[in-house]
């Protein structure tokens, strides 16, 4: 069935080093991917999501290439600042009103 | 803009109560969602609604009940709150499939 796979748990990361969280999808269908922010006590909102061509969608740094290939729609930053820490959900949607989210990857940065 | 706005806050129940979480979008949106959220575990479909008038199960469906009032509001009932349950219960709405999904702030349940 459907289902999407994010990077386990915690990642802890010092500020301005690199980030990628992993995400991963299985799906009969070419689905549309999304990644959803969500700070402490505030709720999820949308970071980004894939287009249909091949642009690739960027938001405060953020940015993600959809893989088909692969089956993956990895997030990255290049430079993690201490107001990036937040659950991180991915997620996709098959076109049929129905979303399938990810476990989420908390992501933590040190000074 | 808009807004969505979930109630209550908080919520406190005893074992085998039902307990109902209301929710409401000025959006004007036709799809309406309810999620459970639980560390670990992601965010998890009870219920959604794709237009006034329907009702379709998520995956988490079993002990659950909703009810679309009408196109702004969404209602889940708890039939049966089960002993030291604890989750965070979110709303979101969108203007149809592959769109971007907003969310309330939630209603955190605690079962005594």
């Known amino acids: 069935g459907d289902s999407v796979t994010q990077t386990e748990g915690l990642v802890t990361l010092t500020e301005g080093l690199p980030v990628m969280l992993n995400c991963t999808y299985q799906?009969?269908?070419?689905?549309?991917l999304f990644w959803y922010v969500q700070h402490l006590n505030e709720a999820p909102k949308l970071l980004l999501k894939?287009?249909?061509?091949?642009k690739r969608p960027e938001h405060q740094g953020f940015h993600a290439t959809l893989h088909k290939s692969s089956s993956s729609f990895h997030l990255q930053k290049s430079s993690a600042q201490l107001s990036d820490s937040a659950l991180y959900y991915c997620a996709f949607n098959t076109g049929n009103y129905k979303y399938v989210f990810g476990a989420g990857t908390r992501l933590k940065v040190i000074a | 803009g808009g807004i969505i706005t979930q109630t209550p806050k908080f919520l406190i129940g005893q074992e085998g109560q039902k307990l109902t979480l209301k929710c409401q979008q000025n959006f004007n949106h036709d799809t309406m969602y309810w999620y459970r959220q639980d560390s670990g575990k992601g965010l998890r479909l009870i219920y959604y609604s794709i237009t006034e008038n329907d009702l379709q199960k998520g995956d988490l469906s079993e002990g659950y009940d909703a009810s679309r009032e009408k196109k702004s509001s969404f209602s889940l009932t708890v039939t049966s709150a089960q002993k030291n349950e604890m989750a965070v219960f979110l709303c979101?709405?969108?203007?149809?499939?592959?769109?971007?999904?907003?969310f309330g702030p939630g209603t955190r349940l605690l079962v005594l």
């Open positions: 979101a709405s969108s203007s149809g499939p592959q769109d971007t999904q907003y």
């Open positions: 799906s009969t269908y070419s689905p549309f």
């Open positions: 894939s287009f249909t061509d091949n």
